[in-house]
């Protein structure tokens, strides 16, 4: 007790979570959000529902007419959040040419661009997450088919020279007891 006979505060402490060098939100799974048993497909819920990152495939020059892809996941619940989706980036310029939002369904649906104004142009696929809430906030790619300069099947894992970035985990602060 205290010169004024209280009792003193209770302390705590609280760890710390600095993830593993390495780690990414996005991995190659074979579970859905509803986690059912599905092919192996890109996810962003291999850093938990509420991971958040970008993944981006190498640079490749447009040379089909379209691309087609498969996607799955959710962007809020009945969609709208506009912050989980896939696009074609001019790789010098970093504009965002096609931009496709999850499709609202745990199940893989086709999506496609037509590509036809781009072609000779050198861009990046990329996949988003910017969701962090802990439900409906999730972005998945099972294929992706830009002609002979980009055809992935995540079946196979992911592809050499993907990138991915994921935000810093915001330190928080809060007193407890």
């Given at each position: 007790r205290g010169a004024d006979g209280a009792r003193p505060a209770p302390r705590f402490q609280a760890l710390r979570y600095e993830p593993a060098a390495g780690w990414t939100t996005w991995k190659v799974l074979d579970r859905d959000g509803a986690n059912r048993q599905v092919e192996p497909y890109l996810s962003s819920l291999g850093g938990g529902e509420s991971g958040t990152g970008i993944v981006a495939?190498?640079?490749f020059a447009v040379e089909a007419d379209s691309i087609s892809m498969t996607l799955c996941g959710h962007d809020a619940m009945g969609g709208g959040g506009k912050k989980n989706?896939?696009?074609?980036?001019?790789?010098?310029s970093k504009e965002t040419l096609r931009t496709t939002y999850a499709p609202l369904s745990d199940a893989m649906k086709d999506a496609s661009w037509d590509v036809r104004d781009l072609r000779g142009r050198r861009v990046r696929f990329e996949a988003h997450d910017g969701d962090s809430g802990t439900a409906f906030a999730w972005m998945g790619v099972g294929r992706i088919d830009a002609g002979p300069a980009l055809r992935v099947d995540f079946r196979q894992g992911l592809p050499a020279g993907?990138?991915?970035?994921?935000?810093k985990i915001a330190v928080r602060t809060e007193p407890v007891g």
């Open positions: 495939s190498p640079e989706f896939v696009a074609l980036v001019d790789a010098a993907w990138t991915s970035t994921t935000p």
